[in-house]
């Protein structure tokens, strides 16, 4: 099985695909989590990609393209599933080449929907650890003691994306480039759009029920 999770940020891509993740025994493509940990050796990459990111500015694809690639080949003959990646139309059109190469193709693209106020709420509370990355959101999964992670015990930051300006610079890039994304996986008819408004336990429950029933018609 392949999947795909994607929707504007705040929504919970991370945290659902992490769920998704353990309980259907999925490798995980996170492309945020790569750039991340790119962006934390400081190299000259990492550098490069730091600065389109504190623009909420989208990756350029040849460097995100050539990531898929190695990794498809590692793991094609694994349960994948890609947290917000394509991003974008040519992205995109590129995956499916690359899986039709290896004789491969995707089963379900789920787009995960919130309204914009409510996005701005949540990436405006959300705090990331600053040792092993986990994620919270001081509205929905708020953590045990405040500013500090449940796992490792370290400190919560504000990631660098998630300040004002460049909020709204990411939604209009995401309307602009990710959106489109809606019409095309429709259009394969693999399409499925959950609502994401409610906690995180419900959230995960929908989109669980949404691929058990791509299984059970296998």
């Avoid at 929707?7 to 259907?24: C, E, F, I, M, S």
């Avoid at 490792?152 to 709204?168: E, F, Q, W």
């Amino acid at each position: 099985m392949r999947l795909l999770l994607f929707g504007p940020p705040g929504v919970g891509k991370g945290t659902q695909a992490d769920l998704l993740a353990t309980k259907y025994n999925l490798v995980k493509f996170s492309m945020g989590d790569i750039l991340r940990e790119e962006m934390s050796l400081h190299s000259p990459l990492g550098n490069e990609l730091e600065d389109y990111v504190k623009n909420g500015n989208l990756v350029p694809d040849g460097v995100i393209l050539e990531l898929v690639k190695d990794f498809l080949l590692e793991n094609r003959d694994a349960n994948i599933l890609f947290d917000g990646f394509p991003r974008n139309l040519n992205q995109a059109l590129s995956l499916e080449q690359n899986l039709a190469q290896l004789d491969m193709s995707l089963d379900i693209a789920i787009e995960m929907h919130l309204g914009e106020d409510e996005i701005v709420k949540r990436l405006q509370n959300r705090r990331q650890c600053t040792d092993c990355g986990r994620i919270y959101n001081y509205l929905t999964n708020p953590p045990q003691k405040i500013d500090f992670c449940d796992n490792c015990g370290k400190k919560l930051i504000k990631r660098i994306d998630d300040d004002g300006a460049v909020i709204m610079r990411r939604l209009r890039v995401y309307e602009e480039e990710t959106r489109p994304l809606s019409d095309y996986y429709r259009s394969l008819s693999i399409y499925k759009q959950i609502d994401v408004s409610g906690s995180q336990e419900e959230v995960f429950k929908v989109i669980s029920s949404t691929i058990n029933g791509y299984i059970n018609k296998k």
